[in-house]
């Protein structure tokens, strides 16, 4: 029943923005460190931000720091990547990770298109 459900996605021009949000259930969401990864067609899976299961703690891939930010509501169960400034060379389909020790979840993925 461990569920990963990103939303968000879409189509924006260059240097528009979006916040992708990933919806968590089925596991203990506050004790995993919630990662966004990347993917675009033809190329490797890439690790774009995380964020720790404690403390808030966060990384960026450095293709995208300063301008995205990963944060997390664990009320809500959920963690967000906000995206601004955005490039072409961010279009890929984003996942949401959860990670604990050997646990590993992944969502479904959600489209990022930015193209003029």
């Known amino acids: 029943q461990v569920q990963l459900v990103e939303s968000g996605g879409g189509l924006v021009q260059p240097g528009g923005s979006l916040r992708l949000s990933c919806a968590a259930s089925?596991?203990?969401?506050?004790?995993?460190?919630m990662s966004w990864y990347r993917q675009a067609p033809g190329k490797e899976r890439e690790l774009v931000a995380v964020i720790s299961s404690v403390g808030g703690l966060t990384n960026y891939a450095d293709s995208v720091k300063g301008r995205f930010t990963v944060s997390r509501d664990n009320a809500k169960n959920t963690v967000y990547l906000q995206m601004n400034s955005l490039e072409t060379e961010d279009t890929a389909v984003y996942y949401c990770?959860?990670?604990?020790?050997?646990?590993?979840?992944w969502g479904q993925g959600t489209q990022v298109t930015v193209s003029s």
């Open positions: 990770n959860g990670k604990r020790r050997v646990l590993n979840y």
């Open positions: 089925g596991f203990t969401f506050s004790a995993y460190d």
